[in-house]
């Protein structure tokens, strides 16, 4: 069944011509259906953790999303924080998904390899790993906001990524606000 849902996914990608390769970013309508196949894409590190662009989108487009692929290490994630709507489908690994509701109190969403999450637009929410190994996940936002932050908060993957280390909230805070990223209690998880 998880393999006939990636299947369906990726049908539906290829299908609206967003499965686009960063190269194909100025691709011409006739020739807009692209792959991206796995270990492919622009390679990036955001701290010590790889990022994978799987699409590149140009502009505010409602219409267009963009895709980047991470592997997260057991314990790690994301600090918690809120932002325009996101989506994500677990490639692999187990996964607790923490979502701030309007009371206040969390709730915490369980995740495995096969489940999408969708997170609305403005709800604090952080994605952490806690399984025993590596997990995957697949990042799907709209428009071009989350690979611009991530284009100008990462590194290309040169070297080792231990060399970067955990990227500092101080850091990153200003060019997460430019993009409408605003990081929520990041000592909570």
Same mark, same amino acid.
């Given at each position: 069944m998880k393999l006939l849902w990636a299947l369906l996914l990726a049908s539906f990608l290829s299908a609206s011509g967003l499965w686009m390769s960063p190269t194909a970013a100025a691709a011409t309508p006739a020739d807009s259906?692209?792959?991206?196949?796995?270990?492919? &894409? *622009?390679?990036?590190?955001?701290?010590?953790?790889?990022?994978?662009?799987?699409?590149?989108? @140009? #502009? $505010?487009?409602?219409?267009?999303?963009?895709?980047?692929?991470?592997?997260?290490?057991? &314990? *790690?994630?994301?600090?918690?924080?809120?932002?325009?709507?996101?989506?994500?489908?677990?490639? @692999? #690994? $187990?996964?607790e998904f923490y979502a701030g509701q309007p009371d206040g109190s969390i709730k915490t969403i369980k995740a495995s390899a096969g489940d999408l999450i969708n997170i609305p637009a403005g709800i604090p929410h952080a994605p952490k790993n806690v399984g025993s190994t590596s997990g995957k996940l697949l990042t799907i936002t709209g428009s071009d906001w989350f690979q611009n932050f991530l284009l100008e908060a990462s590194n290309p993957a040169e070297g080792e990524a231990s060399d970067l280390g955990v990227p500092s909230l101080a850091k990153m805070a200003p060019i997460a606000a430019k993009y409408g990223i605003e990081f929520v209690d990041p000592d909570h998880l």
């Open positions: 259906v692209q792959i991206v196949h796995p270990g492919e &894409g *622009e390679a990036r590190f955001l701290g010590g953790t790889p990022v994978t662009f799987k699409t590149f989108v @140009a #502009g $505010d487009d409602p219409d267009q999303f963009s895709i980047t692929e991470s592997p997260i290490q057991p &314990g *790690e994630g994301a600090p918690f924080h809120k932002h325009a709507a996101e989506s994500f489908y677990v490639l @692999a #690994g $187990d996964f």
